[in-house]
């Protein structure tokens, strides 16, 4: 595409915020915060100063988001060699403890020490471990990353795949029996679970080249398409049952993403989608054609409905940021602004602008970046706040928790400074 | 059910046949036949007098069925230890051989040695190889019955399982990677397939009692009846595409059950179904319902439509016997009579006069009866005939043959045998 002197100058005052506030507070803030330096893996729970809490239970999200994150920083030839010593870290913390040499699969958390705390087995966890264990094999060459993330594909495979519907069942005890039935989760799938696999098999391919691997990723790219993207308006929809039947979205007992408002009993209603993982959906979906080399043009009416969507309800015009959810065609319901849908949208509207060239995601990307810059950064922290309400108050000031860590705001900024460089000097 | 004193008589000169048969004449025979003395595993080529024909290439389904059957006569408290040591012999030739250490899986064919011939890797073979592994567990107490049955499970799941369409793919290269579309196989699901992986989850949760194998059975029986049965005549529909499509059946390259005419190249037509296949899911279903201890009440109907368009259908009412195949509610097309339907309808009629208590069941297997043991065997030899012509003018004269061995028909002699002294002395 060509870009226009005046976008160009635009994009490049937004590139040199993103590579200050990489170099200078981002990447500084995680090379020297979460390690655990006395047992090994990560603790992650910081309050808004970046300290240490006190709350120590370690969660398999979080240790594999944060393995993530230390493997892509030095795979982007960061950190000076640091990064990857602390992914490595992570690592064998997670093989040594996380995993059930019994039953197989990762526990869900542990004690500050690995004891295992809540055993239960979420494919949640396990698109991440995959995900994780794929890039930090890309990363160091450690031939354990592929080992264990292609053996967590295969127990997910053996133990959690639905052979008569498609797809992955998501809650299990420890010996994968499936857990009980609604706030157990154990009759319920998911758009969040399959899109964050369609993310790890993808990872896997990269990682590995095998062709099981593009077979699997374009399962679960059709099934998303299939089932859980609404055949008119092409969002997300959020809960299913097993056969794929929407369900009004309820909270499970064992949950991720819990910083906002608890539901009431009945649910979320079934009209309702997520502005941040129909963006999120979008660009690694994005992400995935390209590892793929699939053709760009059969998915693009798709990516734009996904990014549309988002551009239409879920901005705030007056006051920046993007809202956390609303009706498939109407107006937002969930008006707080969390920090991750802000990380995810930002990516998302560069990719649309590179896609489609057209200035209203340009725009949309200027919203979200200036919100973030402004509001959402704790500039002398380094980190992100993750809740503010639709009228831009804090909420929440803790700089990392139970699931909030640097995967979403690392990766946000790498890959915009990434599409930014591309858009300013091509 | 109360049986007449009429039936009773019936049942019982059938009773007398049939263990006179299975005594004197086949268990005799496969007792003193099959063995290949030189490299292990078995010899499964014998002509009409059950001398080996030098032919000597060994295939994954004939070696598996040959452990299922040695293995189940030893269950069934036959054999003296010597069906045993049998079974034990095939399992040792074939975990030396047939396993592919590289790709993982079974190997199609080997030369008598065990070098491998045809390297491909088919979900049918698979399916045998679960059922006669944990088979042979139950019978030996042999950890490594168990063992290998449940790494075949994982193969298959890992590299076979279709995680958009449910179900498995059937056809694929020594590396996993798809066969070729069309006669390759590799884009095509059948419930010959299907219908065995029932089977043989079926085993391996009677062997385990581990949960996972109850869903897996579970997965199966309905994927079955949502895309492989008939939804209005409750019959099987042969071959599909991966979204469940019913296709004309094609012979693949990779063939079992050869003996028949070969298709013209448009493949059978759309209208067609199999009564060998029909009446053996039947009988099958109904182990599967008393192995998970499902409710009978709720596949009775299912079981008789299955049963029933045989008996309308199928049976050549004249000369005895079952017909292959024919239209889903119409005359049979392919009218010559082959064991293995003989063998399966033998079963699945006598459970149908278990489970429904009428006459017209009793008179079917009477005929079918009757057909085998006055055309089909070869009781001179001590096995079955292969195929006779729909005027019973025989075909085929060899006793076994690369797919034709004693799984068929000792399971029929001895699964006739319990059901009918079930009804003689109840």
């Known amino acids: 595409m060509r870009v226009s002197d005046r976008a160009k100058e635009r994009l490049e005052k937004c ?4 590579q200050d506030h990489f170099r200078d507070e981002l990447l500084p803030f995680w090379l020297t915060h979460g390690v655990d330096t006395k047992f090994g893996g990560y603790l992650t729970y910081l309050d808004k100063d970046g300290n240490p809490t006190g709350e120590t239970v370690k969660t398999l999200v979080c240790q594999t988001r944060m393995i993530y994150t230390y493997s892509s920083l030095h795979r982007a030839g960061l950190g ?17 403890h ?47 990353g592929m080992e264990w993330a292609s053996k967590t594909y295969e127990i997910l495979q053996a133990l959690a795949s639905d052979n008569l519907n498609g797809g992955f069942y998501e809650f299990f005890e420890r010996d994968w029996r499936k857990r009980a039935k609604g706030r157990g989760g154990g009759d319920r799938k998911s758009l969040d679970v399959h899109m964050h696999l369609m993310e790890a098999f993808t990872n896997l391919y990269e990682a590995s080249g095998a062709p099981i691997y593009q077979d699997k990723t374009l ?22 049952s097993p056969d794929w039947t ?8 064992n949950v991720w993403g819990s910083d906002r408002e608890a539901d009431d009993s009945e649910g979320r209603p079934l009209d309702n989608t997520s502005y941040g993982h129909n963006v999120e959906f979008g660009w690694l979906l994005h992400h995935t054609i390209n590892i793929l080399g699939l053709d760009l043009g059969a998915y693009k009416e798709r990516l734009r409905k996904l990014c549309d969507h988002c551009l239409k309800y879920g901005i705030d015009r007056q006051r920046g940021g993007v809202y956390c959810e609303g009706q498939h065609d109407g ?29 209203k995601y340009l725009d949309a990307y200027e919203n979200i ?27 929440r000031d803790y700089m990392a928790h139970a699931w909030k ?22």
Not at 118 to 144: C, P, Q, T, V, W
């Open 80 to 96: 000076d060699g640091k990064a990857l010593r602390i992914a490595q870290g992570g690592v064998e913390f997670l093989l040594d």
């Open 15 to 18: 590139f040199v915020e993103i």
């Open 246 to 253: 929407p369900q009004r979205a309820i909270i499970f007992d």
């Open 98 to 144: 996380f995993w059930d040499d019994q039953h197989g699969g990762w526990y869900w958390t542990t004690e500050q020490d690995g004891t295992p705390l809540n055993d239960n087995k979420i494919a949640y966890g396990h698109s991440f471990a995959m995900y994780a264990l794929s890039e930090y094999g890309m990363a160091s060459g450690d031939l354990r």
């Open 219 to 240: 399962e679960i790219v059709d099934l998303l398409f299939r089932h859980m993207i609404h055949p008119q308006h092409g969002t997300g929809i959020t809960q299913f």
């Open 331 to 359: 107006p937002a319901r969930e008006r707080n602004k969390e920090f991750w849908q802000q990380a995810e949208a930002m990516v998302a509207m560069l990719d649309a602008y590179q896609i489609f060239g057209e200035d």
């Open 405 to 426: 860590i640097n995967y979403h705001t690392v990766r946000s900024v790498r890959e915009c400074e990434r599409r930014l460089s591309k858009l300013v000097y091509s």
């Open 369 to 395: 970046h200036r919100f973030v810059f402004d509001t959402m950064i704790a500039h002398d922290v380094g980190e992100w706040y993750p809740l503010f309400d639709e009228n831009n108050n804090l909420l």
